[in-house]
């Protein structure tokens, strides 16, 4: 007996330009990585824009303001208004001004882009640990352990403590590198408790701040990682298209689980001018150790045994077919209770980066 599957990417209707109204994009690893514009990324959101869609540029990273980040983006070439930037300082500090009056001081452990977020919510950023009624804690590069220090004492004395996002890695072009995750941690584990509250994605709060903002209908979400973009935007019932620019490769989509797998999967942001395929998957027998097919236009790919097989090999006009039909049925396969582990996922993805 065949058994229809419901855990595989969608088909849209027309291009993702076409069936959205709204794009909500990451930046680091989708428009940008450092100081250099991701290859296709202006050109792609020039278009956008020319055919009349809002964007948004939604991060976790707390270290730069928005102005700063509008106009980095203008730079490269992208458009970009700066009340179109919602980061993660704007939330924390959002949330610390619900919950303390105007003008209480608040340790500040980051730099210029949660200062000024602070002092914008009525805040007053301090120093001093001693007159710090919470703590809120955002990526800096320039981090050093003084601050960290201070932040310790400060969570240890049982302060209200606010991090921004718990990123572990920021990509760089050198490769992915410590993000505030892994600073929040060292604090968590000197201080002997975690934050809080932690604000920014996958929290669907700055999704709901950004789709009021720019009065989106049908927004979708752009990203580059799974456990903040694209489970994110299932947290806010959004379409989510992952961009394989950034930090999720191969071997992380194949396993993605189940509440930060996306709706669509693109290169790059040229694929926002793709009509994107279905994939059919089926279940041959419906239990666990049966065989699972996925078919995406001319790609077949099984799992079976808890191995991957590549029947058909039709890459797609964009070359990710074979891929599409992979992740639907490694998917398939996990929430049956057979997903690919150790070597057999190893092989899988081997086997992938040769078809393509």
């Not at 278009?47 to 730079?75: E, K, M, Q, Y």
């Not at 969570?155 to 993000?179: E, K, Q």
């Not at 989510?240 to 950034?246: D, E, M, S, Y």
């Not at 040229?270 to 699972?292: C, F, K």
Request: aromatic letters at 2%; a negative charge; one cysteine or more.
């Amino acid at each position: 007996m065949t058994a229809p599957q419901t855990a595989h990417l969608h088909a849209s209707t027309g291009t993702l330009l076409e069936d959205h109204d709204v794009l909500l994009l990451d930046l680091d690893g989708v428009v940008y990585v450092g100081p250099d514009a991701v290859p296709h990324a202006p050109e792609a959101l020039r278009g956008a824009v020319d055919a009349g869609h809002r964007l948004g540029f939604i991060t976790n990273n707390a270290s730069r303001p928005p102005a700063t980040v509008a106009a980095h983006l203008r730079d490269l070439g992208v458009p970009a208004a700066d009340e179109d930037v919602v980061n993660s300082a704007q939330a924390a500090a959002d949330h610390l001004a619900r919950e303390l009056p105007a003008g209480s001081p608040v340790l500040l452990v980051g730099t210029t882009g949660l200062r000024e977020a602070l002092t914008g919510a009525g805040l007053r950023p301090t120093e001093d640990r001693h007159e710090a009624v919470a703590v809120v804690q955002g990526f800096s590069p320039d981090l050093g352990w003084q601050q960290l220090a201070e932040a310790t004492h400060a969570v240890r004395s049982g302060v209200p403590w606010v991090a921004t996002n718990l990123d572990a890695t920021v990509p760089t072009p050198g490769g992915p590198a410590p993000g505030n995750g892994l600073l929040v941690d060292l604090v968590a584990r000197a201080a002997g408790r975690g934050p809080d509250v932690v604000c920014g994605k996958p929290e669907r709060a700055l999704f709901d701040a950004a789709v009021a903002r720019l009065g989106a209908r049908r927004a979708l979400v752009v990203g580059d990682r799974l456990d903040t973009d694209l489970q994110g935007a299932r947290t806010a019932g959004l379409d989510g298209l992952l961009v394989l620019t950034g930090v999720t490769g191969v071997r992380e989509l194949l396993a993605a689980a189940a509440h930060e797998r996306p709706t669509h999967v693109g290169r790059d942001l040229r694929s926002l001018g793709d009509v994107h395929p279905a994939v059919e998957v089926t279940v041959q027998g419906g239990t666990a150790g049966e065989e699972v097919v996925a078919t995406c236009r001319d790609a077949v790919v099984r799992v079976q045994d808890g191995r991957l097989g590549t029947g058909a090999c039709g890459a797609g006009p964009d070359g990710l077919d074979v891929l599409r039909a992979a992740a639907s049925a490694v998917w398939a396969a996990a929430d049956a209770g057979a997903a690919l582990t150790g070597d057999a996922l190893a092989d899988a993805v081997t086997s992938l980066t040769a078809a393509g």
